[in-house]
């Protein structure tokens, strides 16, 4: 994507990577449109952008939510960019979490952006511009005990993206799809999974400022897969090719993790 997107959906606008994609998409004139569960740090962002900001209240984790936003994405003829990020990590074995957690973990992850994006796609594609960030994770390339549905739907995420990537080239259209792939990053992330911060060392983490900007740099070079930072790309090029028996033993509780 070589011009600035005319108008940007973002998902997980009320906090961390959602809010500083807008900010530096309003720094480039791109008009926002800005969706959480949370409306009043979306308020506190928009009084604040200098650009029009619509302001959309929706749970992905429900029918009626995805069916909401999706419903707007269809009548924004100028949407140039859509941002799948809502998103959360949950603790505990899967058959001792939370199961409706589980679930809506699958829903936002996974049902929402696969609604958005074929609601998005539709209009981009027959427009012949736009494109698609799906905010995945590098636990996408890994499994985890004690986050196995976070680190299942962020495989599929991955896939998802690949496949898109895959069918928009074969098909010769310019419309762009990434799958950014971060690793731990200080955002608000792990105070809502209850995630023990000191428990990660201070060297894995990143700024959210960083990884946003990494993924913007993505679209100019309409990279599919953006891992912000040489050691989160090395260990995501590693766990690719390890085989299962090291991959397991490198999967075992560590305490605290998720990303
Ligand atoms: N931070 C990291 O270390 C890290 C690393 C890799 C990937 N990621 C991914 O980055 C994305 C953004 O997370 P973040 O790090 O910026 O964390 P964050 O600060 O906690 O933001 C998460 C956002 O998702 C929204 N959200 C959660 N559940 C939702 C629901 N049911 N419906 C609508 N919105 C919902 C939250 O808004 P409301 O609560 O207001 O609804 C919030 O705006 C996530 O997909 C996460 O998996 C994060």
Same mark, same amino acid.
């Given at each position: 994507m070589?011009? $600035? ?19 530096k ?6 008009k ?5 569960r949370?409306?009043?740090p979306?308020? /506190? ?13 929706? =749970?992905?984790?429900? =029918?009626?939510?995805? +069916?909401?936003?999706?419903h707007?994405?269809?009548?924004? =003829?100028?949407?140039?960019?859509l #941002?799948n ?14 199961? $409706? ?8 992850? %996974? ?17 012949k &511009?736009?494109?698609? %960030?799906?905010?995945?994770?590098? /636990?996408?390339? #890994?499994?985890?005990?004690?986050? %196995? ?7 599929w ?7 898109? +990537?895959?069918?928009?080239?074969? /098909?010769?259209?310019?419309v ?5 792939c ?8 792990h /105070?809502a999974?209850?995630?023990d911060?000191?428990? #990660? ?33 090395? +260990? ?6 390890l085989?299962?028996? #090291?991959?397991?033993?490198?999967g &075992? ?7």
């Open positions: 070589t011009q $600035s997107p005319r108008t940007a959906l973002i998902t997980g606008a009320s906090s961390g990577f959602g809010q500083v994609y807008a900010r998409l309003a720094a480039l004139g791109t926002l449109i800005l969706t959480a949370r409306e009043e979306m308020q /506190a962002l928009a009084a604040e952008l200098k650009v029009p900001v619509r302001i959309l209240a929706a =749970d992905l984790a429900t =029918d009626h939510g995805i +069916a909401a936003v999706a707007v994405i269809r009548e924004t =003829d100028t949407l140039d960019l #941002i990020n809502a998103g959360f990590g949950t603790k505990k074995r899967f058959w001792e979490a939370d199961y $409706s957690q589980q679930e809506a973990m699958h829903r936002v992850h %996974i049902m929402a952006t696969l609604q958005l994006t074929r609601a998005a796609l539709e209009g981009m594609v027959a427009r &511009r736009g494109a698609v %960030i799906n905010v995945s994770s590098v /636990a996408g390339f #890994i499994q985890s005990q004690g986050s %196995i549905s976070y680190c299942a739907t962020k495989t995420m991955n896939s998802f993206t690949e496949g898109l +990537a895959m069918e928009l080239h074969g /098909a010769g259209s310019p762009q799809v990434q799958a950014l971060p690793g731990y990053t200080h955002t608000g992330f /105070a999974a209850g995630v911060k000191s428990l #990660i060392p201070g060297w894995m983490w990143l700024d959210a400022e960083y990884v946003v900007e990494k993924s913007l740099q993505g679209l100019q070079n309409n990279q599919v897969f953006v891992i912000p930072d040489w050691k989160y790309k090395a +260990a995501a090029a590693l766990m690719r090719h085989p299962l028996s #090291i991959r397991r033993r490198l &075992r509780p560590g305490g605290d993790r998720r990303t």
